[in-house]
């Protein structure tokens, strides 16, 4: 039976749950693939915290050129997170012609292309399926079963933190803050939990989505990010009296020969397949010509799931090796999209205002939003205080710079005392 060695670069979350489902497979692999994997080195950083965590401690190093220059090493997965060294070390990796799996979502989603370059031109495999949502296969498919569509749409649940947040917030009454302390309570949400409820870890799959959806390169830089920390618990009633559910989405479009990119909560159709995606979980929506839509649901984090696809990469990768075919599906960007700026997005809007409650309020707000090319789907008065009444607006679809036009001129009336919430809802 042909043994591949292979690398780990960290021992963390990921790094420990990899270690297991090998161990896990070491009958079955064989048959699988025709091959053992055996891990002949694991990286760390400190060497005796590691030592509990594997069955022989020898396999432990804090030495990269260790890995690197041991010619019996095939394959290194980097699973310690990062920019640097991790991009450094990839690119060592591959220069001396060993094949890459890495998790690093960070990396990918700003130095992508350096990363794949090196790949093509070396003929090697770089696999990241554990870099979009986990433990859902969502890279492979677009590459492979999906490759004879043109992608139009691809859309999702792409973090397990903030969706977790926000069905609490809906099923709990909960407001946001309680709401991440419980995330954080039962271990969702990191200690810093910033890039998860700021959208940034969004971001950065959603740039890796639209890059292998529409072969094209979009980096972190292109995606338009905002995340859920305005969203009351009065916007997710509101939404749920009118038929909607409020979550944070990836969306990535191909409209008019451009791309758009972003992150941002977005009211959806309670009867919207995402609509049911709650808790932890995450989805992933694509729309192709060929294939129409198809979702993709589960586990987008956690030490089994995340290893669970980066051990498919793995066996891919053994699979290439024993048939000699490493490289077979390198970097798909062959085309050069521009991505559009937010500003000349469609998108409808929900707004929530503190107005005063007198004649004339609602026309003087109509003209608005009329004298800028924004049309009105829905006003509904909600609550009345005193002299305050709350105003909810539903927009038709409408040019992100018009509306944000409107918004600046109904904040300078006094007539308007505050705007509580604007948030894009689904649909043309
Ligand atoms: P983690 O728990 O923080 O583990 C990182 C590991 O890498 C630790 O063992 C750490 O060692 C080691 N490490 C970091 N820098 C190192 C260096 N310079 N030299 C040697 N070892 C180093 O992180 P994780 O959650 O497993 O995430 C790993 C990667 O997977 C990240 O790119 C992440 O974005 C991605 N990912 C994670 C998940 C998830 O559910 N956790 C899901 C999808 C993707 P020390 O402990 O000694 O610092
Ligand atoms: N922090 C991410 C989430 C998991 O909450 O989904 C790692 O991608």
């Not at 409020?246 to 191909?254: R, T, Y």
């Not at 290893?307 to 024993?322: E, K, M, T, Y």
């Amino acid at each position: 039976m042909e043994k591949i060695s292979i690398a780990l670069l960290g021992l963390g979350t990921v790094g420990t749950g990899v270690y297991k489902v090998l161990k896990a497979q070491k009958e079955d692999m064989a048959r699988k693939i025709g091959a053992e994997l055996e891990i002949k080195k694991i990286l760390v950083r400190n060497l005796e915290k590691a030592a509990g965590k594997v069955d022989d401690p020898g396999v432990l190093t804090n030495s990269w050129q260790e890995i690197l220059d041991d010619p019996q090493i095939q394959i290194v997965a980097e699973v310690m997170g990062g920019i640097e060294p991790a991009g450094t070390y990839i690119l060592q990796a591959l220069e001396a012609g060993k094949n890459v799996v890495t998790a690093n979502k960070d990396l990918l989603a700003v130095k992508g292309k350096e990363l794949f370059d090196a790949a093509g031109r070396k003929g090697q495999d770089l696999l990241f399926e554990a870099a979009v949502a986990g433990g859902i296969p969502i890279i492979r498919p677009l590459k492979q079963c999906l490759a004879g569509n043109h992608m139009t749409e691809v859309m999702g649940i792409v973090n397990g933190t903030t969706n977790f947040i926000l069905t609490r917030m809906l099923a709990d009454g909960m407001e946001f803050q309680e709401a991440l302390d419980l995330a954080s309570r039962l271990g969702y949400a990191e200690a810093d939990p910033s890039a998860d409820i700021e959208g940034l870890d969004a971001a950065r799959k959603v740039a890796i989505l639209a890059s292998v959806a529409f072969h094209s390169r979009v980096t972190l830089e292109d995606v338009y990010t905002e995340g859920i920390t305005k969203i009351t618990a009065t916007d997710i009633r509101y939404a749920r009296e009118m038929g909607y559910t409020i979550k944070l989405l990836g969306v990535a479009k191909e409209t008019e020969g451009a791309i758009e990119a972003r992150v941002h909560p977005m009211m959806i159709p309670s009867s919207h397949p995402l609509a049911s995606v709650k808790d932890s979980f995450n989805a992933v929506f694509v729309h192709g010509d060929a294939v129409d839509d198809a979702m993709f649901y589960g586990r987008g984090a956690g030490e089994l799931p995340t290893a669970s696809a980066v051990v498919g990469d793995l066996f891919d990768i053994a699979r290439n090796i024993r048939f000699g075919c490493c490289g077979r599906i390198s970097c798909t960007c062959y085309r050069n999209l521009p991505v559009k700026k937010i500003d000349e997005v469609t998108s409808r809007y929900f707004l929530r205002m503190q107005v005063d409650d007198q004649c004339g309020v609602l026309a003087s707000i109509s003209s608005v939003f009329g004298s800028n090319g924004v049309s009105l789907a829905q006003v509904i008065q909600k609550a009345k205080q005193q002299d305050t009444a709350e105003l909810v607006v539903i927009t038709e679809g409408v040019v992100e710079r018009h509306f944000a036009d409107s918004l600046k001129i109904l904040k300078g009336l006094s007539i308007v005392k505050e705007i509580s919430a604007a948030i894009r809802v689904y649909g043309d």
